[in-house]
């Protein structure tokens, strides 16, 4: 095979992208992203032996948060920009060992090519594959994704100057534990643990970045129509990128409209003072292949979920920042002061239509933890009483497959007594449905994007709390969780470290998963995968 990587969710036959990614990259930037995590491990290598005080280590910090996070999918398809975070991660390495001599190192933290075709060489050496003990492999690479959705979370705080000494000590210490050859089994399934508990830290984290500095979600009613000015569409998950485009686009007659996991900025207070910013424009991310061409105007990627478009004439309006990359589109770089200059989407917005319209009405979210609440009162009334028999979990992510069809089915399927707390892009396969409320308790209460799973988890808690049970598993609350990518990883980890048992995760279990380790998960955690909508209605309203 010229590569393999099974990361997400629609990796071919369950198992394994082979020759391209079903994501849309290529062999070489397969090849070019695993080297750029190997490279990445040998900082941690170098850093964790030597131990090297991360406090004062904050460019390299940034830089590894960065490459773990290119990695993800659909987020950097640029292979040129891949090799030169390489070379930067190298030259971050050696100047690291130059404080601790005498290293006993492993390949990872020593190799060193420069040139484009000798890295492709060493790339096909060391990827996924090369860790020949499957569950071993499949152990590791559940710790990489792991951190590799800390790693955007916390990149997202940074950007809001909030850190965390600790999550960037755990991420060095767990990435050169993965090229430890003494680590058994049960050492690894223990730090899979470990990175449970460290996602839960950068989603609090980010978590205080947001409501810090943009305050706290309100309910909020969000137009999907359009206007008749023209616009900028804003993708991926990055808040403080939209701050700065709204602040650009003011007075300039453009209009700027939210797209998939960017929908929950509506919701904070900061932002409904720019009477520019429209609404949302679209669907889950996987739409915008027919959906950017009806928008007309420019698209600004924040992170991923980048789609390469299949047609020609749609590249040159696309605009990457950040961990974001696209052949052929235009990236914007910060200046010193992280100051980003979005003049080139303005004009290029000026000269398109407005976009053209393709649903209308309105989406109503805004309930995190903080807003939850306040409603707290009537929640537990309503709990009671007995107008509420139970709480459905149904964050995480959306995607192509025709098996996601399951989860409108399940939503529409549900009892009328039964409340639905969603966060991430999953919920466009029900936040449009009419299912109605509970004594004025909407039947969907989206929290935000993904990240916000964790307000999904204190609310979790709170009602713990509040009904004085000693089990999170206890309280009327299931878990039915749609995954596609390491993000979605991550916050499954810090569910399972914070006790959440039996979730049903799909719409298929992860191909990283050897046998034995699925055996863990289910004997375990009890995770178990969807069946149909009927089956598992049934099943949960028990």
């Given at each position: 095979m010229s590569?393999?990587?099974?990361?997400?969710?629609?990796?071919?036959?369950?198992?394994?992208?082979?020759?391209?990614?079903?994501?849309?990259?290529?062999?070489?930037?397969?090849?070019i992203q695993d080297l750029l995590i190997y490279t990445t491990k040998g900082v941690g290598e170098v850093i964790v032996k030597g131990n090297i005080d991360v406090s004062s280590l904050s460019h390299e910090n940034h830089e590894t948060l960065t490459s773990l996070f290119m990695t993800i999918t659909?987020?950097?398809?640029?292979?040129?920009?891949?090799?030169?975070?390489?070379?930067?991660?190298?030259?971050?390495?050696?100047?690291?060992?130059?404080?601790?001599?005498?290293?006993?190192?492993?390949?990872?933290a020593t190799y060193d090519f420069t040139t484009r075709e000798k890295?492709?060489?060493?790339?096909?050496?060391?990827?996924?594959?090369?860790?020949?003990?499957?569950?071993?492999?499949?152990?590791?690479?559940?710790?990489?994704?792991?951190?590799?959705?800390?790693?955007?979370?916390?990149?997202h705080a940074l950007n809001i100057q909030k850190e965390n000494p600790e999550i960037y000590r755990f991420i060095y210490e767990a990435l050169e534990a993965t090229q430890n050859p003494n680590?058994?089994?049960?050492?690894?399934?223990?730090?899979?643990?470990?990175?449970?508990?460290?996602?839960?830290?950068?989603?609090?984290?980010?978590?205080?970045?947001?409501?810090?500095?943009?305050?706290?979600?309100?309910?909020?009613?969000?137009?999907?129509?359009?206007?008749?000015?023209?616009?900028?569409?804003?993708?991926?998950?990055?808040?403080?990128?939209?701050?700065?485009?709204?602040?650009?686009t003011k007075g300039t007659g453009v209009d700027v409209y939210t797209h998939s996991e960017m929908l929950?900025?509506?919701?904070?207070?900061?932002?409904?003072?720019?009477?520019?910013?429209?609404?949302?424009?679209?669907?889950?991310?996987?739409?915008?292949?027919?959906?950017?061409?009806?928008?007309n105007g420019p698209i600004l990627f924040t992170t991923n979920c980048i789609v390469p478009p299949r047609k020609e004439g749609i590249t040159h309006k696309i605009f990457t920042t950040g961990a974001a990359g696209l052949p052929g589109a235009n990236?914007?770089?910060?200046?010193?002061?992280?100051?980003?200059?979005?003049?080139?989407?303005?004009?290029?917005?000026?000269?398109?239509n407005p976009p053209t319209e393709i649903e209308t009405g309105t989406i109503t979210g805004g309930f995190a933890h903080h807003q939850v609440f306040e409603l707290a009162d009537k929640v537990v009334d309503a709990v009671k009483s007995g107008a509420i028999k139970k709480f459905f979990v149904m964050a995480g992510c959306d995607g192509r497959m025709n098996a996601r069809n399951y989860y409108t089915e399940f939503a529409e399927k549900l009892p009328k007594d039964t409340?639905?707390?969603?966060?991430?892009?999953?919920?466009?396969?029900?936040?449009?449905?009419?299912?109605?409320?509970?004594?004025?308790?909407?039947r969907v209460l989206d929290a935000g994007q993904c990240n916000d799973s964790y307000s999904l988890a204190v609310i979790a808690l709170k009602l713990k709390e509040?009904?004085?049970?000693?089990?999170?598993?206890?309280?009327?609350?299931?878990?039915?969780?749609?995954?596609?990518?390491?993000k979605a990883v991550i916050v499954l980890l810090s569910l399972l470290y914070l006790g959440v048992k039996n979730i049903h995760l799909g719409p298929t279990l992860p191909g990283f998963l050897s046998p034995n380790v699925a055996k863990i998960l289910v004997e375990t955690f009890g995770i178990a995968p969807i069946k149909t909508a009927d089956e598992d209605v049934e099943f949960f309203m028990k």
């Open positions: 590569m393999f990587c099974f990361q997400c969710q629609e990796t071919a036959r369950g198992t394994g992208c082979e020759t391209r990614g079903v994501c849309g990259k290529t062999e070489e930037v397969a090849k659909n987020a950097n398809f640029d292979d040129v920009v891949l090799i030169d975070q390489i070379k930067k991660m190298i030259a971050i390495r050696e100047n690291l060992k130059k404080q601790v001599p005498n290293l006993e190192l492993t390949d990872a890295m492709l060489e060493k790339a096909a050496t060391i990827g996924v594959l090369s860790t020949e003990n499957e569950d071993i492999r499949s152990l590791r690479e559940m710790i990489v994704y792991g951190l590799k959705g800390i790693s955007a979370y916390t990149h680590l058994t089994a049960d050492d690894l399934v223990a730090l899979v643990l470990r990175t449970g508990e460290h996602g839960v830290m950068s989603l609090a984290l980010l978590d205080e970045a947001n409501t810090s500095k943009y305050g706290h979600p309100e309910i909020t009613t969000v137009d999907i129509g359009v206007r008749d000015n023209p616009g900028i569409l804003i993708s991926g998950h990055d808040y403080t990128d939209l701050e700065q485009l709204l602040e650009q929950p900025a509506h919701y904070y207070p900061a932002f409904k003072k720019y009477d520019h910013f429209a609404g949302n424009y679209g669907n889950a991310w996987w739409k915008q292949v027919t959906e950017f061409f009806t928008f990236h914007i770089d910060p200046d010193k002061d992280g100051k980003k200059d979005f003049s080139a989407l303005i004009k290029m917005a000026k000269e398109s409340v639905i707390l969603t966060a991430g892009c999953a919920k466009y396969r029900y936040n449009k449905l009419d299912l109605g409320d509970i004594g004025g308790i909407p509040i009904f004085g049970v000693e089990d999170i598993n206890e309280l009327p609350i299931e878990f039915n969780i749609a995954w596609y990518e390491q």
